[in-house]
């Protein structure tokens, strides 16, 4: 099992930038941000596969954040912008181990490794 680590989270002001990592210890393909704030279901924010030339976001987030990663680091990376009040959330990184995988999911069973979540809070 890939153990996964994310780092970056913290408290900002609205409108203001983020950028959370995490940091895999092994070889991942699909990786994915998700979020989950009190009350709420978990969501998916974006996700990348591992060549990084196919991303896919939350329709409610892609003009603000940027998925990306670095394999060589085995880390994926999220730059939010802009951040608002409504993005504050427990956000988690996830990895899918499977190879061979043609599209991307949104969906959280399509990942088997989890990371431990990071918080994100943004105040008005």
């Known amino acids: 099992q890939v153990q996964l680590v994310e780092s970056g989270g913290g408290w900002v002001q609205a409108g203001g930038p983020l950028r959370l990592a995490c940091a895999a210890s092994g070889r991942t393909f699909t990786m994915g941000w998700f979020r989950q704030a009190p009350g709420k279901e978990r969501e998916c924010v974006a996700a990348?596969?591992?060549?990084?030339?196919?991303?896919t976001y939350s329709d409610s987030m892609k003009s603000r954040f940027t998925i990306s990663r670095d394999n060589a680091k085995n880390t994926v990376y999220l730059q939010m912008n802009s951040l608002k009040p409504e993005d504050t959330a427990l956000y988690y990184c996830?990895?899918?181990?499977?190879?061979?995988?043609?599209?991307?999911?949104?969906?959280?069973?399509?990942?088997?490794?989890w990371g431990q979540g990071t918080q994100v809070t943004v105040s008005s």
């Open positions: 990348i596969m591992r060549s990084g030339s196919s991303t």
């Open positions: 996830a990895a899918s181990l499977r190879d061979g995988v043609s599209s991307i999911s949104k969906e959280s069973a399509a990942y088997e490794s």
